[in-house]
């Protein structure tokens, strides 16, 4: 660093600690960024790349940012995956000696963002840790803007632990303690266990950590640790371990999550359109946030599901009542980011206005729930406190509308603090003093336009425009400002009054703040109080949005079974019934069970309905163990323990995967996790590759599910020659998406029937697609030579094998004719002929190939 100006040093010293973030330096109203930050940033954030002199050689590359609007840019670093060290000065440049002190305080990163701009209102923000040990793979998870940590942990060391750290949708991780890092696109830190202690980073843990085993501990250890080092402030908000069972809940792999679009679309990654789309109708943005958990991790545990379908059906069956539910909570805002916010020290007056009347809510939502009838409904009801005690607190300390800055002034009601109120009075006074002395020199100096004003660089003044400066009263107005068109004076008294009125305002700004941290600290002692009333509004919030969504779009309440029947009469896909709006939607019957009937195989052309058909059933097994009402005249389901789709075509070229190694890949996850209990939806099985190898290969799935799992299995497929399975493979049973023709052209009725579809129709989609004629007609007449070459591919493979399988001896007691060249060359091209390899196409080409060869002879 020798050359280098004081400043520059102290910005390379402090950049040295935090390598791997971009340091936003304060200087002034700027943050600054100097060398390869600079020019990352200035590409990133598509700013402007300057530079200046720092005492060495060449101009140091520079960018900055205005501090005010500083959030904006952070944020979309942090959508980056970068991480953002703020370094601040901690001094009072004016009494600086030398370079001011400045201290970094502290590092945003994806995973540890707060504020709500940063932040989307009804998703989580979470981090997650792995770690493993005693052969455990522990996994934490945290949104640290809610203050919620769930941990679980895995059996082994495979992939299915790091897939349920990925079904939190984390934005950044934390790995410890493993033997290779998994590879990921999201940004991660990786911690050596060495380096912790168990529990160290908080004591508040320790009686909660009795309960966990020891990889849950470092998994939970590695988050706080990592946490702590970057956020430098108490998060005491962060109270609560909730430790659970990853098999309490139906599992699906990241393929069938967004197969399903569950909460956004394959298409375009939003939110519209996928089955959280649908069924969110809440109020609150907990109650957003709880609903995609639900969603998530759908239960397998049947006394809760009823319990919740129990408070739908209340809910549902009333909807004046659930109307003022839904009233009520709209009043209500966010007390989980709320209390977070409070606990870090970043809560503003307004928040804690917020606060309030969040709180003050609670007492009419109390009262409505009593009124349902429902014991799930009515035990979230007891449990909520009305925190009257806080109401009453802020109602007591901080006035109806404050300034949105902390260090405005103007937030502490009259009466709560009288030392405050006597600056109050001593301000107003002063103020009334300045008025009325206005109007008393005016009327001594006779100079009718004579004015008192302020401004912060000159403080109090008497203006006098300067056609009546021959007006002024010499010896007792003393100049202090000279203008254009006017002159400006201070007299003594003037002088004495602003000083009073100027301190006066000081302190009432500076006591006003004081007071404001301590109302704030007082109210972040009964944030465990916050955050159990926050779950409990969250979970009525989405009890009533399916009661809303329900009632809206005429579900039913599903029938749970343990024998494994699955039953659903006239059920329709939840989404496209949405989309299509006033469109009616076709219903369609499913029947399965664990004996005879857990493979239905579909046949029939595309557009018909097949794959729609699939995900409806999935959906309506999801919402069901969501606790919600299903699309459905009726519906009796058993519950499945997890769900596996294979469905749609999808190349993964970062992992240097064709689209049919996706579809393997996804089809082995299948065969290999699922049991008797899942549910598999399976999709063109086979059609990468070539017409045998597929059909082999979809034949040989079928047999292993009917064989070795027994799992309810909804497989599609082209190959017609697969629904003869039905009558020697015992459980496989054929549907089809029934067409008709009508005067040439091709009907989709979108209605599944019992039996197998008689052709594939695909000339038709094609001829639907707009597909240029001349192409149409050419398909017709190759698909009438391929159907004739069928036949012809048969004949000539009997006579072949005739031949081949003539005895030695008849050949020889009738020599062959002398053949022509020609003739002996196509014999050897026979015997070559594998015809097992040979298409109907390729062999109708051969046969007309050697006539002409026959005929030039």
């Known amino acids: 660093m020798t050359g280098y100006t004081p400043m520059i040093q102290q910005y390379l010293a402090i950049k040295r600690d935090f390598p791997d973030t971009f340091l936003f330096f304060r200087l002034g109203d700027f943050y600054e960024l100097f060398f390869d930050d600079a020019v990352l940033a200035s590409r990133e954030l598509e700013i402007t790349l300057t530079g200046r002199e720092g005492g060495g050689d060449e101009r140091i590359p520079m960018c900055g940012v205005p501090h005010h609007a500083a959030d ?25 000696k030398g370079v001011v002190r400045r201290e970094v305080t502290r590092v945003i990163t994806p995973g540890t963002m707060m504020e709500g701009k940063w932040l989307t209102d009804k998703e989580n923000n979470y981090m997650a840790a792995v770690a493993q040990l005693d052969g455990r793979t522990g996994i934490a998870a945290c949104d640290m803007s809610t ?206 206005i917020q606060l309030r009347h969040s709180l003050e809510a609670v007492p009419d939502l109390k009262r409505l729930l009593a009124q349902t009838h429902s014991p799930v409904l009515e035990e979230l009801a007891g449990g909520m406190e009305d925190c009257s005690d806080i109401v009453g607190f802020l109602q007591a300390a901080l006035v109806d509308d404050p300034p949105l800055s902390v260090r405005e002034g103007g937030m502490i009601r009259t009466g709560y603090d009288e030392y405050l109120d006597k600056l109050h009075t001593a301000s107003r006074e002063g103020k009334t003093w300045i008025a009325q002395l206005e109007q008393a020199e005016r009327e001594a100096t006779g100079i009718r336009s004579l004015k008192v004003g302020f401004n912060k660089v000159f403080g109090y003044y008497i203006e006098v425009s300067k056609a009546n400066i021959a007006s002024v009263p010499q010896g007792r107005y003393e100049r202090k400002q000279t203008l254009a068109n006017a002159e400006r004076y201070i007299t003594p008294e003037l002088k004495e009054r602003e000083a009073l009125i100027l301190e006066a305002e000081e302190k009432m700004i500076e006591l006003e703040y004081q007071l404001f941290a301590a109302i704030r600290s007082e109210i972040a002692q009964h944030i465990p ?38 039953l659903i009469e006239e059920g329709r896909h939840p989404v496209v019934e949405a989309v299509l709006d006033k469109e009616k939607y076709v219903a369609n019957d499913a029947r399965m069970d664990q004996e005879g009937r857990h493979v239905l195989l579909i046949t029939g052309p595309n557009m018909a309905g097949k794959s729609t058909y699939m995900r409806q059933i999935a959906l309506i097994t999801v919402m069901a163990q969501i606790g919600c009402f299903v699309p459905a005249k009726s519906a009796k389901l058993s519950l499945v323990d997890q769900i596996f789709t294979r469905i749609g075509a999808a190349d993964d070229l970062v992992g240097g995967h064709s689209t049919f190694m996706v579809e393997m890949l996804e089809t082995k996850h299948a065969l290999q996790k699922a049991t008797e209990r899942s549910l598999i939806l399976l999709d063109e099985i086979g059609r990468g590759t070539s017409t045998y190898d597929g059909m082999a290969l979809a034949q040989a799935v079928i047999e292993y599910i009917c064989q070795k799992i027994g799992a309810k299995t909804l497989f599609s497929t082209h190959y017609h020659e697969l629904t003869s399975l039905e009558e020697t493979m015992s459980g496989v049973v054929n549907v089809h998406a029934r067409c008709e023709e009508r005067e040439g052209k091709l009907l989709f009725l979108h209605k599944i029937e019992e039996g197998r579809a008689d052709k594939s129709y695909g000339i038709h989609v094609a001829e639907l697609a707009e597909m240029p004629v001349w192409v149409i007609e050419r398909a017709r007449s190759i698909l009438a030579g391929l159907e004739a070459g069928s036949s012809a591919a048969k004949d000539m493979q009997m006579s072949l094998d005739m031949l081949w399988s003539a005895p030695v001896a008849a050949v020889k007691e009738e020599p062959a004719p002398q053949l022509a060249a020609v003739e002996l060359a196509i014999m050897e091209e026979l015997r070559e002929l594998d015809l097992n390899q040979t298409t109907p196409m390729d062999a109708m080409m051969k046969l007309f190939a050697w006539k002409q060869q026959l005929k030039r002879r």
């Open 72 to 96: 904006g840019y952070i944020a979309e670093l942090l959508k980056k995956g970068y991480k953002v060290a703020v370094c601040e000065q901690v001094e009072d440049p004016k009494a600086a």
């Open 147 to 352: 203050g919620e940590m769930h941990v679980t942990s895995l059996l082994g060391s495979g992939e299915s632990a790091f897939e349920e750290a990925l079904q939190y949708r984390p934005k950044e991780l934390v790995f410890c303690g493993l033997s290779s890092t998994p590879k990921t696109a999201l940004p991660f830190t990786v911690l050596d266990a060495s380096e912790l202690d168990a529990f160290a980073v908080d004591s508040q843990y320790q009686e909660q950590a009795k309960e966990l085993d020891l990889a849950m501990r470092l998994a939970v250890n590695a988050l706080l640790s990592y946490i702590g080092t970057t956020q430098k402030r108490s998060l005491a908000h962060m109270r609560t371990i909730k430790r659970y069972d990853a098999n309490q809940y139906l599992q699906m792999d990241g393929f069938s999550r967004r197969n399903l679009e569950l909460t956004e679309t394959i298409r375009d990654k939003t939110k519209k359109g996928s089955l959280l789309w649908l069924l969110d109708r809440t109020e609150t943005a907990m109650g957003g946030r709880l609903l995609r958990r639900w969603i998530e991790r759908p239960l397998l545990r049947h006394q809760e599901l009823q319990a919740r379908l129990d408070a739908v059906e209340a809910l549902k069956a009333d909807l004046l009542l659930r109307s003022d539910v839904r009233t009520c909570l709209d009043r209500v805002y966010d007390l989980e980011r709320l209390a977070g916010r409070i606990s870090y020290g970043n809560a503003n007056a307004r928040d804690l």
């Open 529 to 566: 109080r916050l955050q159990g009333l926050a779950e409990r509004i969250a979970a009525v919030d989405v009890l009533q949005s399916f009661a809303t969504v329900s009632d809206e779009r005429g579900y039913v309440r599903p029938e749970l079974a343990e024998s494994g029947e699955f």
